[in-house]
């Protein structure tokens, strides 16, 4: 299997502009989920889908942050407009059950506003 | 509130020295237990877990880590480690039924084998 699969890998951009992040779950996985990570306060929960329904999104810093999961195979976390505070590295992460199962990370999308 | 605590940002190992990453938990009921490794510029990769059964589960890369109920931790070992194991590492626990968010990291440890 490929495995989780995040594009674009790194991507440098202007605030206010708007970023656009993918992910493609590993194929037969039900539940999807998106964190960042940043130095200051290591890794946090954004949002999950299960069976592409977004379950919780509380983690979502703000209204300027929104995840959509049109199907199984595919999701996208926008931020519109982006703020420099805004710059870490998004992970997306899917398993096949949410209680128990193993979270399978991507490699990352590296963020940069500038 | 459900935790997991790894008290040490960073630990320092001599090559083929034995290691251990320190991980509590603070979660309610017979919690699943994870350790996961990132290297520079990569994801979180699996390494083990535990779920019931064995206290001592290994993992993948020659880890393996004790799961100590009366005591709330679960450290991860290695016998002898290898320059490559420099990383660093997150703990994490679920507490069964719940949810994603169910799922909590800890801050991570940063591992650094010296030649």
């Known amino acids: 299997d490929a495995g989780v699969i995040q594009s674009p890998r790194h991507e440098v951009t202007e605030m206010g502009q708007e970023v656009t992040l993918r992910c493609k779950p590993i194929s037969g996985h039900n539940s999807l989920f998106w964190y960042r990570q940043t130095m200051m306060r290591g890794l946090e929960l954004l949002i999950y889908f299960n069976n592409n329904v977004p379950i919780d999104d509380s983690g979502m810093p703000e209204d300027r942050f929104s995840a959509k999961m049109p199907n199984a195979s595919f999701s996208t976390l926008k931020i519109q407009p982006s703020e420099p505070r805004d710059s870490a590295v998004y992970f997306c992460a899917s398993s096949l059950v949410i209680s128990g199962n193993t979270i399978y990370f991507g490699e990352g999308s590296w963020l940069t506003v500038v | 509130a459900q935790s997991v605590a790894q008290p040490e940002d960073q630990v320092n190992v001599a090559e083929g020295n034995p290691l251990t990453v320190k991980c509590t938990y603070s979660?309610?009921?017979?919690?699943?237990l994870f350790w996961y490794v990132q290297y520079p510029n990569r994801g979180l990769q699996f390494l083990l877990k535990y779920i019931t059964g064995d206290n001592l589960v290994k993992g993948s890369y020659g880890f393996e880590a004790e799961f100590n109920k009366s005591q709330t931790s679960f450290h991860l070992k290695k016998p002898s480690a290898l320059v490559s194991d420099s990383a660093l590492y997150f703990c994490?626990?679920?507490?069964?039924?719940?949810?994603?968010?169910?799922?909590?990291f800890g801050k991570g440890t940063h591992l650094i084998i010296q030649p």
């Open positions: 994490a626990a679920h507490r069964p039924g719940g949810g994603a968010d169910g799922l909590t």
């Open positions: 979660v309610s009921g017979n919690p699943y």
